[in-house]
């Protein structure tokens, strides 16, 4: 949506409160600009979003700090590697083999700037002393997420609602232009979409969201209120990628988190369970919820869903593989959709298009991107001893819902919301395992530190 003159003014306003507090105050707006407001933007011949503003604001004011950063083989500065591979798949080969079109250098400029927030994210775990930081994005995180609940709570079962909501964040779109169609506003209130136009978005981002705020907020009223808002989100959207993510969260928590720990949280369970199962079976989303997985009865190779995913994605992508053999050096750049919809003549390449993400490393960015897409994950997955034990297992349920997002959709890949929320608890890994490899880390027994503060509450 594009804003108009007081709402950029309402912007600007809360921008500046938030530095007067210090550099930290960014990280609590960066969260509510991508969750919130990811389609909110300023207008001048070319859209620049407010997260964009944000990002580029954190990126400004923390570059000594992120340049400051020590990185090895053993922990990949991932944030500088696909920014190579972005410049090369989406600016430089383009500008050979397309026309030259203004939304090439753009798209490689916002795709950028969401990958930027691994580097970012492994700054703030990397000093013990960024405690200001890691409560503002925890604050920011919460905020969304509970606003998300609100969004979801009211578009779902009322298309009137949907509609208006639909019309607020894509005002700009036009009324002919199907979210704000009424047809539109029927499939919303059946499916809360939220701000993204995709309720699998939602609820990921309910999923994704409520965890990582788990991770750095340390106040227990506020992380239940973040946690019911993520389910009513969740239970809104109806995903049943979101629903299998947070499934698998559950065993991972289990098995890595502390005896303690894990003695009340089975407690806990035992407790609210019942009770929460009772409330759902009692509420109006347990009839979408069961169809949608119904579908599975007959086989789950007989949903439409999964064999566009993972058999017809994968053979369009071979085909376009076979007649655009440069796809496996090269890719398609970071979003080949846009420069279609721009006008560009992209020799049909689009038509590789998988909906797998792991899939969508290789059609974006060539065979390199998808090493060093999946290499990612499996570096974070080996960092993970070097995480603090107070949220070891919450960032490792994390990273087993970020792989299941991968392996389901193509969301991680091309909403930059859901791209951001993936590589925090990859970020947090790498920061943690350049603070624990420091000297000035180490304790006298020269263990890696594990005391280090979080929040600063």
Not at 166 to 178: C, L, N, Q
Not at 302 to 318: H, I, K, Q, S, T
Not at 371 to 381: D, E, L, N, P, Y
Request: glycine share 8%.
């Amino acid at each position: 949506m594009n804003l108009n003159g007081p709402e950029v003014l309402l912007f600007l306003l809360a921008l500046a409160i938030l530095r007067a507090t210090g550099r930290p105050g960014l990280f609590a707006m960066w969260p509510i600009t991508f969750i919130v407001f990811p389609t909110a933007r300023l207008y001048y011949g070319f859209p620049l979003y407010l997260y964009d503003i944000v990002s580029v604001l954190l990126l400004l004011e923390y570059r000594r700090d992120l340049l400051a950063l020590r990185w090895g083989w053993n922990c990949l500065p991932w944030h500088y590697v696909f920014f190579a591979l972005i410049a090369v798949s989406g600016v430089a080969w383009p500008l050979v083999v397309f026309s030259p079109n203004p939304q090439i250098a753009w798209i490689a400029f916002h795709t950028s700037l969401a990958m930027a927030a691994f580097g970012l994210s492994a700054m703030m775990f990397a000093d013990p002393r960024k405690v200001r930081e890691r409560a503002m994005l925890g604050y920011g995180l919460a905020a969304s997420i509970i606003v998300m609940g609100l969004i979801g709570a009211l578009q779902f079962g009322s298309p009137a609602n949907a509609g208006q909501i639909a019309s607020f964040f894509f005002r700009d779109f036009g009324d002919e232009t199907f979210v704000n169609t009424d047809f539109y506003a029927e499939i919303a209130a059946e499916r809360a979409a939220g701000p993204y136009g995709s309720a699998n978005i939602l609820g990921v981002v309910a999923v994704l969201g409520a965890m990582a705020a788990s991770i750095v907020v340390r106040n227990r009223a506020l992380l239940l209120v973040t946690f019911a808002a993520a389910a009513i989100a969740l239970l809104s959207s109806v995903s049943r990628q979101a629903v299998i993510g947070l499934l698998l969260m559950g065993p991972v928590y289990f098995l890595m988190t502390r005896s303690r720990e894990r003695f009340w949280a089975v407690l806990l369970s035992l407790t609210m369970l019942p009770l929460l199962a009772a409330a759902f079976m009692a509420s109006d989303y347990v009839t979408p919820l069961f169809e949608r997985f119904g579908r599975w009865e007959g086989g789950i190779e007989n949903d439409a869903n999964f064999v566009a995913r993972y058999v017809a994605g994968p053979e369009r992508l071979a085909e376009a593989i076979s007649e655009f053999p440069s796809i496996l050096l090269f890719g398609t750049g970071p979003d080949i959709g846009k420069l279609v919809a721009a006008g560009v003549d992209t020799h049909g390449r689009e038509f590789g298009f998988a909906s797998v993400s792991y899939l969508l490393f290789l059609f974006q960015y060539g065979i390199l991107g998808l090493v060093a897409g999946v290499s990612m994950h499996i570096q974070a997955m080996n960092q993970l001893k070097l995480v603090p034990d107070a949220i070891r297992a919450r960032v490792a349920a994390m990273i087993a819902a970020v792989v299941v997002f991968y392996l389901t959709d193509n969301m991680p890949n091309i909403s930059e919301t859901v791209t951001i929320l993936c590589l925090l608890p990859i970020g947090l890994c790498a920061g943690c395992a350049i603070q624990s490899l420091r000297p000035s880390a180490f304790s006298a027994g020269g263990a890696p530190r594990r005391d280090f503060k979080l929040s600063g509450t």
